[in-house]
């Protein structure tokens, strides 16, 4: 999932449902030895960067932010230009959001606030 990126600053962990990926909380304790509860079955993949948070993304990505009450507020289709995703959050009001970043290799959920 990391392509050419240094693996000694990215974490991952696994979560059954989106909300756990977007806390942080409830991770999948051994992913190796996982079984589905249900088939098929979605898996959500957070990624942090230990050192700035930040996402590096090399596919197609999608992008989506939801409100604190889990309304849709923004969904765009993005190719990442030099493995970097620029959003303009000016449309935004002030507030707390999660924003989803889909790809190929992963699915990440950040919690970010608006000022």
């Given at each position: 999932?990391?392509?050419?990126?240094?693996?000694?600053?990215?974490?991952?962990?696994?979560?059954?449902?989106?909300?756990?990926?977007?806390?942080?909380?409830?991770?999948?304790?051994?992913?190796?030895?996982?079984?589905?509860?249900?088939n098929?079955q979605?898996?959500?993949?957070?990624?942090?960067?230990?050192?700035?948070?930040?996402?590096?993304?090399?596919?197609?990505?999608?992008?989506?932010?939801?409100?604190?009450?889990?309304?849709?507020?923004?969904?765009?289709?993005?190719?990442?230009?030099?493995?970097?995703i620029?959003?303009?959050?000016?449309?935004?009001?002030?507030?707390?959001?999660?924003?989803?970043?889909?790809?190929?290799?992963?699915?990440?959920?950040?919690?970010?606030?608006?000022?």
């Open positions: 999932m990391l392509g050419s990126q240094d693996p000694s600053i990215y974490l991952f962990s696994y979560h059954e449902t989106l909300e756990n990926s977007m806390d942080g909380v409830n991770a999948i304790v051994n992913p190796m030895a996982y079984q589905n509860i249900a098929p979605t898996i959500y993949v957070r990624l942090t960067n230990d050192i700035n948070g930040s996402y590096v993304l090399t596919s197609e990505s999608t992008v989506t932010i939801f409100n604190l009450i889990g309304k849709k507020v923004f969904f765009e289709t993005i190719i990442p230009q030099n493995e970097r620029t959003l303009d959050a000016n449309t935004l009001f002030a507030g707390v959001y999660f924003i989803k970043v889909s790809s190929e290799e992963s699915v990440t959920v950040k919690r970010f606030i608006k000022k």
